[in-house]
């Protein structure tokens, strides 16, 4: 194949590139729902558009938590859900790095659902 044909080759390859890549755009998905069509007639009402409501759940306590509860905590295994239990009790979040259940990455990830709500009383 002579040079200047693999020069015209290249060239049409790399526009064919540019052209797919500045067209992504306008095939990429949206995150928006198509509106609902508004039932025909004179007595049709235009219903407001829903809002998608994410549940956020409340903060576990770790002294209370079931190991199936804080095996649903993204980042916690089974493993070290049931370490927690058995580390009970706990007068802050803080000692499941302290006590070496959680290292302080792991912790740093999963803290926001964790607490300590009713801190043991020592006399």
């Known amino acids: 194949m002579s040079r200047s044909k693999e020069t015209a080759i290249m060239k049409t390859n790399a526009i ?29 009402t235009v219903a407001a558009p829903v809002k998608q409501v994410v549940a956020v759940s409340a903060p576990l306590d770790i002294n209370a938590a079931t190991v199936e509860q804080l095996s649903a905590v993204k980042g916690l295994t089974h493993t070290l859900a049931e370490a927690i ?16 259940i959680l290292t302080d990455a792991l912790f740093a990830q999963v803290k926001d659902g964790l607490t300590v709500k009713d801190a043991p009383k020592h006399n």
């Open 16 to 44: 064919l590139a540019i052209a797919l890549f500045a067209s992504a755009p306008a095939f990429a998905q949206t995150a928006t729902a198509p509106a609902a069509k508004a039932p025909a007639g004179p007595a049709s």
């Open 85 to 100: 239990v058995k580390g009970r009790p706990y007068k802050s979040t803080d000692e499941l790095v302290k006590n070496r």
